[in-house]
């Protein structure tokens, strides 16, 4: 079983719909959580970081991240096709980046 | 643009072969790390250099090799290439030697691809 489990979609929405994407993990000992976007043929970039547990918000993306269920989610607010990407969730004990473990990411398509 | 530079874009090569893959990371970055991503086993840490000295070593074979140099760019060879090593390998630049969960923001470039057939 892997540390770090994610739903690799494809999930397919209309404009404007809320997205709701999510991780669950294994490691109790996890306290920095991450979101990352990836756009085709783009390396990853960081969308959201949260440390220990409680949500986050930026523009039209909320973190949420439940430790004690060992989850965390990613929300998208009026999503655009701008927002169509592959996201990978990952989380790390330590705060350090050779210690991050990635989800293997879910692919998101926003439909005009 | 995260300001990191990979090079090439794509190779194709044969089992066997030797390539190496160039990675530039932001200006004012000391950390390096490699990455590889396949759809299997999604983004794997590989090692990581910080101010030309190895700092931490992930899931990376013994086939494999980096090294940063005094101007800080990086690259990793890989040998003895098979079939398995088809992926894409990602570099990121950090600021700091820790960077990329508390302390400071993980930058990656657009990755090369790499084909062994």
């Known amino acids: 079983q892997k540390e770090v489990e994610q739903d690799p979609g494809p999930l397919s929405v209309p404009e404007g719909a809320i997205v709701s994407l999510n991780c669950t993990y294994s490691n109790s000992a996890f306290q920095y959580f991450m979101w990352y976007r990836q756009y085709s043929r783009k390396g990853p970039e960081l969308l959201m970081y949260t440390y220990s547990s409680g949500n986050k918000e930026d523009g039209r993306f909320t973190a949420q991240v439940d430790k004690s269920s060992k989850y965390i989610s990613l929300f998208i607010r009026d999503s655009q096709p701008s927002d169509s990407a592959t996201y990978l969730c990952?989380?790390?004990?330590?705060?350090?980046?050779?210690?991050?473990?990635f989800g293997s990411g879910t692919r998101l398509s926003i439909r005009p | 643009d995260s300001g990191v530079t990979q090079t090439p874009k794509h190779l194709i090569t044969a089992t066997g072969q030797r390539v190496t893959l160039r990675c530039s990371p932001r200006?004012?970055?000391?950390?390096v790390y490699w990455y590889q991503q396949s759809l299997d086993q999604g983004l794997q840490f590989l090692i990581q250099?910080?101010?030309?000295?190895?700092?931490a070593k992930g899931n990376i074979l013994e086939r494999f090799s980096a090294q940063q140099f005094p101007d800080l760019h990086s690259e990793l060879n890989l040998s003895s290439l098979e079939l398995g090593d088809s992926a894409l390998y990602f570099c990121?630049?950090?600021?700091?030697?820790?960077?990329?969960?508390?302390?400071?923001?993980?930058?990656f470039g657009e990755g090369s691809r790499l084909t062994v057939l």
């Open positions: 990121a630049s950090s600021v700091a030697v820790s960077g990329g969960s508390g302390d400071g923001e993980l930058f």
């Open positions: 250099y910080y101010n030309g000295e190895e700092r």
């Open positions: 990952a989380m790390s004990a330590r705060s350090s980046a050779s210690k991050i473990i």
């Open positions: 200006s004012g970055d000391l950390s």
